[in-house]
């Protein structure tokens, strides 16, 4: 139906601003020439679920799942270079990589030499990017002790929660008009994180440090 296309349209667009997020980050690390407080967690969380989306998207068929997951994981991976080589932490970091690297293996060795069954690979891959996109939601939300220690949310990003709502809320619609519950359940899951997100700036205000770049 036409309004299922615009809406497709409509969440193309928003993830695409979701994801340019990350260039102001990134501009600030380099002006800064220092990660700061800034959290590698949604970087790499971000990148590994759109990959995985991008797998999903061709095993379903569903070009604007592929579009907007191959932008993703275009700016994704070079904001995750950039982070590199300004962290004072790159042992922590290739960690971290590396785990996201086994959360990506994994699931495609997976769905490509175990499992003959298409239907079934589909299923288990679309419950894989649900787990995934959860914890992308949820990543702002890293720096939570912080954020209720200092009684500040200086180290989570205004911009991030909103857009990542807003996303969560377009895509749960478009998921609803498709009949696709793995596109549902993790973005309604993000619907209420997103609210969460919400409910500390209004508790703690959007007072920031001046001196540190923002980001969960």
Not at 11 to 39: A, M, N
Not at 81 to 86: E, F, K
Not at 157 to 183: H, K, R
Request: proline share 3%; glycine share 6%.
């Amino acid at each position: 139906m036409e309004w299922v296309s615009m809406l497709a349209v409509l969440t193309t667009v928003t993830s695409v601003l979701c994801q340019l997020v990350g260039v102001e980050i990134c501009f600030r690390i380099v002006r800064q020439r220092s990660t700061g407080d800034v959290s590698a967690v949604p970087f790499i969380a971000f990148f590994v679920s759109a990959v995985v989306w991008v797998k999903y998207g061709l095993m379903t068929d569903n070009k604007n799942v592929i579009l907007t997951s191959g932008q993703a994981t275009i700016l994704q991976f070079l904001y995750i270079c950039i982070y590199y080589a300004y962290t004072s932490q790159k042992r922590f970091l290739t960690g971290m990589i590396l785990i996201g690297l086994i959360g990506l293996v994994v699931p495609f060795v997976y769905v490509t030499y175990f499992e003959n069954e298409a239907d079934i690979a589909v299923r288990n891959l679309g419950l894989y990017c649900c787990f995934l996109s959860v914890i992308v939601y949820a990543s702002p939300l890293a720096t939570l002790t912080e954020v209720v220690k200092e009684r500040s949310t200086h180290s989570i990003s205004l911009p991030l929660c909103f857009f990542n709502f807003l996303c969560a809320v377009e895509w749960t619609l478009y998921g609803l008009a498709i009949s696709d519950q793995m596109l549902t359940i993790p973005n309604a899951l993000g619907v209420v994180l997103g609210l969460v997100q919400f409910f500390l700036f209004c508790f703690y205000g959007c007072q920031h440090k001046s001196s540190k770049p923002i980001l969960g």
